[in-house]
């Protein structure tokens, strides 16, 4: 008898295990589905407050192209603060910090909305009050960023990493293209002036980016948290700094991106003031070739998700980075005859090697960082390497600036001040 209870108990004890284990794959399951939804909602409201249409509120309230190149730097020098935070993050619950920060940081939106419409009596400060707003912004996501970063590289099992962030990346991006698109749209449908003389469309399309910033912090309210994916509390946070740097393999990571960002965002910001000064096309246009970009981006991202399961995150790396070194000497050739060709050809080019470019450097990032560390990990690259990326927009409008009085005809080919940035 005692057998068969013996026996009994053995194979309830697994029954137990499995339903705790189907219980545990729901609860992930789950988990990541509202972490999909959370980005989703997010991306709505970032595509309806970056790119063309912020860069035509600065142009708007008169910023030159070096406050263009300080707009354009502060996400980009904004995660330096992530490595003094660090060490707080290690003490305290990564989902609390990553809600509040968010919420707080998303509301300085309030003020950029409202500032379209006292533009008048405030001119001459209108442009630098827009950067603190936007600097506000960007801290607040830096600071959740990390927290984020950590929580899920707790969360998502490392075996199925390229397909989750590949997936949730296309979502992502599909929502964002939809919303982009029908910012172009209202911009045309209801003839939303973009110009000094009437900035109150920019109110109504910041404050809606705003309500849908609020709402994806309810799906990530909803992403589990368990006490055993916060990060340890360091002994020595300047010990663990040394060992961070003593690390051979993420100081490559570090030095990589580096020297990359600095060369990438040293023309990047001006592409759409290019197309906007220089082709003269129309915001409908641009945000036509930014939905080609994303189109090209989601397949991308599909594709490089489970290439870099397959054979890793290094190979697609090597094979996009060089392609993608290539892409700003196009826009050199880019002119009002050229641009319904090389255009589209450049932003559909773009779109498929910046996902596997952007993919895999998150995925390499988060596979270097030691467990226990992360967030230690997370904020020394982000202090490195935002420090030099954020350099190149600065730089590039500094440059842009000084080479104002340039300009010569090459072989019936026009160049300008903005072409030898993009050269460079």
């Known amino acids: 008898m005692w057998g068969h209870i ?13 339903m ?35 860069t035509g509120f600065a142009l708007a309230l008169g910023a030159s192209h070096l406050e263009i190149g300080i707009i354009a730097s502060l996400p980009l020098l904004s995660p330096m603060v992530q490595l003094p935070v660090s060490p707080f993050l290690a003490r305290k619950n990564l989902k609390n910090i990553c809600f509040w920060i968010s919420f707080l940081g998303r509301s300085a939106w309030i003020g950029i909305a409202l500032l379209a419409l006292i533009r008048a009596s405030i001119s001459s400060w209108a442009v630098w009050i827009l950067i ?135 023309a990047s910001p001006f592409f759409t003031v290019f197309m906007l000064q220089y082709l003269h096309l129309g ?53 009002p005859t050229t641009v319904p060709y090389l255009g589209p050809l450049t932003h559909l080019v773009g779109g498929f090697c910046w996902a596997g470019i952007n993919l895999t450097s998150v995925n390499l990032l988060l596979k270097l960082a030691k467990e226990g560390k992360r967030a230690v990990y997370f904020g020394t690259h982000a202090f490195f390497s935002s420090f030099f990326i954020a350099l190149g927009p600065m730089v590039g409008g500094v440059l842009s600036d000084s080479f104002a009085h340039l300009g010569f005809r090459l072989e019936g080919l026009n160049l300008y001040h903005l072409h030898f940035v993009f050269i460079i």
């Open 132 to 266: 603190l707003g936007l600097g506000v912004y960007h801290v607040g996501a830096s600071i959740a960023g990390i927290s984020w970063m950590s929580w899920m590289a707790g969360l998502v099992p490392e075996k199925i990493r390229g397909r989750y962030f590949g997936n949730r990346n296309v979502a992502i991006g599909a929502v964002g293209m939809m919303a982009t698109l029908t910012g172009g749209l209202l911009v045309r449908r209801y003839d939303i002036h973009f110009n000094p003389q009437d900035l109150t469309g920019f109110t109504s399309l910041f404050l809606l980016a705003l309500m849908f910033g609020y709402a994806s912090l309810l799906f990530l309210k909803r992403v589990p948290f368990d006490a055993c994916l916060e990060e340890r509390a360091i002994q020595s946070w300047s010990g663990s700094f040394r060992m961070v740097l003593m690390d051979k393999r993420f100081l490559m990571l570090i030095l990589f991106s580096s020297c990359w960002g600095f060369g990438v965002n040293l």
């Open 283 to 335: 915001y409908d246009t641009v945000a036509l070739y930014t939905l080609l970009n994303l189109t090209a981006n989601l397949l991308g991202m599909w594709f490089w998700g489970r290439t870099s399961d397959r054979y890793g995150n290094k190979p697609v790396m090597q094979s996009m980075g060089p392609l993608a070194a290539l892409l700003p000497l196009l826009w050199v050739f880019t002119t």
């Open 20 to 54: 705790r284990r189907k219980k545990v794959a729901s609860k992930l399951r789950k988990g990541l589905g509202d972490a999909t939804l959370d980005g989703s909602f997010y991306s709505v409201m970032t595509s309806l407050t970056n790119g063309v249409f912020l």
């Open 6 to 18: 013996s026996r009994w108990e053995r194979h309830e004890g697994r029954s137990m295990k499995v």
